[in-house]
Structures are given as structure tokens and as C-alpha cells.
């Protein structure tokens, strides 16, 4: 692998005698497409709040494009392109589909984009597939399109990283294909991505590499299919 | 109790102009505490400091208090963006914005007072328009100029803010940012930006509503304390964010007001007036226009 973008470093994080993350390591190289699993209850969430900033790890470091961010609040870090999407769609309400995506294009670049802000827009618009939907409000598209307004927000915020937290979960068959076809298109511009997701199909059929989170421990970290032969992972995830 | 008709209808009116008024004061709390979540108590502080500028402007400039106010209102936005940056760069960075920063804003509250003290003494001021000494009657009612000129001032600032908010792409960050800071900030976005304009907004209200104070009735420094409650009450009785609900909830606190006052007599204003409140919340927890 390629010097990595992201790296943490034995990252623990306590809520009070709770240890939900135990020193995990994670290194994720530059345009690669992860998974990450675990049951309820595994620190996924944790994790990725750690990540992003929103949360700060008692013990560890997070490096990401060879700076440490650990001490960076959730903008900083989305501004160096360590983005999250969340797993219940949280669009601003009180604005139109385009001007969820301009709210980043706007406050979060340094520079504003080269074919300037509403042709931006309208670009990521379009790659997701809501262009036709640009001036409708959040409250009238259907779920599915709501995670990928999810995701176009975030990639208005110019993300290098993204982490899609669990953007597929309730959705149909064919919407999670949408909704796959649309990371892996996004990951084909060079975005790393790394997927939280219950939905196994979705996981194997996206992921170059999975890692295992088990009770705040990383407990593989390989190829997707090795992965889910390990022992601990049938036993401890898959409860076999 | 002496009711008649004559009564109800000139108490109405004189809720409504009330009402106007008491929505200026309470816009810019449904900014900084509804929208923005900082409890700034001491925004009818900054309101009296508004009110002794108009009147020191008029009194050794001699310019009328409603042009004098649009500057106060301009300079009072730039101010009150230092102010936020000030407050988030000590207490909202921290994490130290809920008691901390409440002692802050009771601090600052204090320090405009005594200043105020210092400069003017503690003699009630008004300001006296000749303009505004017509009253209007139609039919039994009667409307004087100097209460339904600050009222249509402050229904007018309302409209604006809620106009810029609505309409403008900043306006509609500022309701982002109140709707979901979280989100807001895993974008990428510096919601501090964004929240420092609004706060400057919120400023700027308090400067005009203080201009609008010194015409409805006389001034002293600490007169801003008997709008703290009403003005937080106002805010939470609409709704938090909902600035057409705070116009609402204004005029009804305004009638009620003055319902109560002219049929069981002034001292039962409050109780009447924060009694609705609490009604209000019994069945309607997120206000009359919240989500």
C-alpha cells in the first residue's frame, strides 16, 4: 500500500469505566474502498467519531494526509477532506436540495471551485443524480434520494476520505445497488471511502479490504474473503 | 371588573402596538438564544444602551432617533460579530458556554448598566417627537402615533430579518446552523462564520428596539431587567426559531397584557402574561410555530 492518508494510532476512547475502543489501528491508503463491520455495539460509531472529530480518544493519534488531527475540531478536519455522511439523513431542512450542496461549496472550501459555486452544484447534482430534483425541498424526495443528498453534501465538501455510515440501511434490493454504484463512482475520482454497513452483500461487494471491529478491538483487518472465514469473525460477528 | 366595549377594543389596539414592539425586543432573543443557543441576557441591556444613544444622538446632534437608529443598528452588527468571536474564543470553544457563559452575558449585562449609570445618572430620559404627538381616532379607538410608529418599526425589522432569512443563501446557513450545527460542521463549514453574522443581526436588533423604548416611554439604565423575562418568554412561547411565531406570540403576550392591565389592574400583567405561557407549553411543548 501507498503512504496511507489516514492513520490511527492505538485510539481508546472511555465513557467513564466503559472501554469502547482499545487501542485500534487502522491505516487507510489513498483512493482505497474499505469496509468496516462489527455487531451493535462494536464501537463502529465510536470509531468514527474519532475519525471526524467528534469525538476525542483518551489514548492515540489520528493522522490524516501526514498531519495530526487529533486535537482538530470536525470542520478542520472536513476541510482537509475527512468527510462523513450520516447513517439518518440530516439535511437542512429550510433549504432547497442545491442549497444543501452550496452550504459546503461555499463555507468549506478555501478556494471556491474553479467553475464557481452553481455550476458546482449543479455538476454534483448531477453525478448523483438529482438534478432534476435541484430546487425541490428535502422534505419531498424519497429516501433513497436522501442518502445520496447525504453523500452530495458531502462530497461538496472536496472530501479525499469519505465515510459513509451505514448510507444503505432500510433501503430496497435495488436502491443499496444505487447506492453502491454511486460510492464505487465517487471512489473511481480517486475518493477513498471506507463503509459502515450492516448489509453484507452491499459490504463484499464494495470493499478491497474489511476490517472487524469486536467489543472496541480490531479483530481482522484483510481481504474481504479471508476475512470472513476467520475464525474469531464467524464467531464473534456472524455468532457461529 | 368594568367591561365595555370602549375598554376591549382600545386595550386590543394598545396590545398590538405593545406587541410590535415587544417583537422587536424579543427578535433578536429568538436569534442568539433560540437559533444560536447562547443566552444572552443581556440583550435588553444593549437594548438601553440603544436607547441612550437615540437620545444622546438627538440631544447634542440633533438627528432624529429612527435615522440615528440605522447607524447604531450598522455599527451594533459589527460590534456584536467581535462580540460572538470574543465569546466563542473564551467560553463557546471550550465547552464552557452553559454556565460560564451565562455568568458572562449576567457580567456584561452588569458592566453596560453601571456604564450607563456613570455616563447618564439614574434619571428617567424619553424622548419627546413632535411628530408623533398626534393621535389618531377611529370611530372609539384610539391610536397614538408614538406607540404605532415604534410598533410598525419593529413589525417592519422583524419582516426584514425574517426576509433576509428566508430569502438570502446566509440567511438560510443561519437557519442551517440552528437546525443542525453537527451537520453543519462535518461538511466542513465554520458554523462560527456564520453564527457571528447572525449574532451581529441579534445586536443590531437590540440597538433599534432601544431606540423604539425611548419614544413608547422614559428610560433608566436598568430597565432592561423587566424585559428579560418577557423577552425569553416570547422566544419560547413561538416557537425558538420561528421568527413569525415570535411576531405571534409577541402580540398575544402585548394584548394580554394589556387585557389584564385595564380590566384587573397592572399588577396582574405579569402573572396572566407568563400563566398563558406556561399553557401555551402544557399543550404545546415546541411553542405555537415550533417543530
Known amino acids: ?197 450492516h448489509i453484507m452483500r452491499a459490504v463484499m461487494r464494495f470493499s478491497q479490504r474489511i476490517v472487524v471491529l469486536v467489543a472496541g478491538r480490531k479483530i481482522a483487518d484483510g481481504d474481504p474473503a479471508e476475512v470472513m472465514r476467520h475464525e474469531d469473525v464467524e464467531r464473534a460477528y456472524l455468532g457461529q | 371588573m368594568n367591561f365595555s366595549w370602549d375598554l376591549l377594543l382600545n386595550a386590543v389596539t394598545s396590545g398590538i402596538m405593545l406587541g410590535g414592539f415587544y417583537a422587536a425586543v424579543a427578535v433578536g432573543i429568538t436569534i442568539a438564544f433560540g437559533m444560536l443557543d447562547i443566552v444572552n441576557i443581556a440583550h435588553p441591556a444593549f437594548m438601553v444602551l440603544g436607547a441612550f444613544l437615540a437620545f444622546l444622538s438627538i440631544n ?93 418599526a419593529g413589525v417592519a425589522m422583524l419582516v426584514a430579518i425574517q426576509f433576509y432569512l428566508s430569502r438570502t443563501f446566509t440567511g438560510r446557513a443561519i437557519l442551517a446552523v440552528a437546525q443542525d450545527l453537527e451537520a453543519v460542521r462535518f461538511v466542513g463549514a465554520d458554523p462560527i462564520r456564520t453564527k457571528e453574522i447572525a449574532f451581529g443581526i441579534a445586536m443590531a436588533s437590540a440597538i433599534v428596539a432601544g431606540v423604539l423604548l425611548i419614544i413608547i416611554q422614559s428610560v433608566e439604565p436598568s430597565i432592561g431587567r423587566e424585559f428579560i423575562g418577557r423577552a425569553f418568554a416570547i422566544c419560547v412561547l413561538g416557537g425558538m426559531t420561528s421568527l413569525p411565531g415570535t411576531l405571534l406570540a409577541a402580540m398575544i403576550l402585548g394584548i394580554a397584557e394589556t387585557m389584564t392591565s385595564t380590566f384587573f389592574g397592572p399588577s396582574w400583567s405579569p402573572a396572566v402574561a407568563f400563566g398563558l405561557l406556561l399553557l401555551t407549553l402544557a399543550f404545546k411543548p415546541s411553542g405555537l410555530l415550533g417543530r
Not at chain 1, 73 to 85: E, F, K, M
Open chain 1, 1 to 197: 500500500m501507498s503512504r496511507p492518508i489516514l492513520e490511527a494510532r492505538g485510539v481508546t476512547k472511555q465513557f467513564g469505566g466503559f472501554t469502547a475502543l482499545d487501542g485500534v489501528e487502522l491505516a487507510i491508503g489513498p483512493g482505497e474502498r474499505v469496509g468496516l463491520i462489527g455487531p451493535n455495539g462494536s464501537g463502529k460509531s465510536t470509531f468514527v467519531n474519532c475519525l471526524t472529530g467528534a469525538l476525542t480518544p483518551e489514548k492515540g493519534a489520528i493522522h490524516f494526509l501526514n498531519e495530526d488531527v487529533t486535537a482538530l475540531p470536525a470542520w478542520q478536519r472536513a476541510r482537509r477532506g475527512l468527510v462523513r455522511s450520516f447513517q439518518i439523513p440530516r439535511p437542512f431542512k429550510k433549504l432547497s436540495v442545491i442549497e444543501n450542496v452550496q452550504v459546503p461549496l461555499r463555507f468549506a472550501l478555501s478556494e471556491p471551485p474553479p467553475t464557481g459555486i452553481d455550476r458546482r452544484a449543479m455538476d454534483i447534482l448531477d453525478s448523483i443524480g438529482l438534478d432534476a430534483k435541484a430546487n425541490w425541498a428535502p422534505k419531498d424526495l424519497s429516501q433513497v434520494e436522501l442518502r445520496k443528498l447525504e453523500l452530495g453534501r458531502a462530497l461538496a465538501a472536496n472530501p479525499r476520505l469519505l465515510i459513509a455510515d451505514e448510507a444503505m440501511a432500510g433501503l430496497s434490493d435495488s436502491e443499496v445497488d444505487e447506492i453502491v454504484a454511486l460510492l464505487e463512482r465517487l471512489n473511481g475520482e480517486g475518493i477513498a471511502v471506507i463503509l459502515i454497513e
Open chain 2, 60 to 152: 447634542t446632534l440633533g438627528i432624529d432617533p429612527f435615522l440615528s437608529a440605522l447607524g447604531f443598528a450598522a455599527i451594533a452588527f459589527v460590534f456584536g460579530r467581535y462580540f460572538y468571536r470574543a465569546y466563542y474564543h473564551f467560553f463557546e470553544r471550550r465547552g464552557d458556554d452553559s454556565l460560564q457563559g451565562l455568568a458572562f452575558f449576567f457580567g456584561i449585562m452588569f458592566i453596560v448598566e453601571i456604564s450607563l449609570v456613570l455616563i447618564f445618572g439614574v434619571d428617567y430620559r424619553l424622548i419627546d417627537l413632535p411628530y408623533l404627538a398626534t393621535t389618531y381616532e377611529i370611530g372609539i379607538v384610539q391610536i397614538p402615533l408614538r406607540l404605532a410608529a415604534p410598533c410598525l
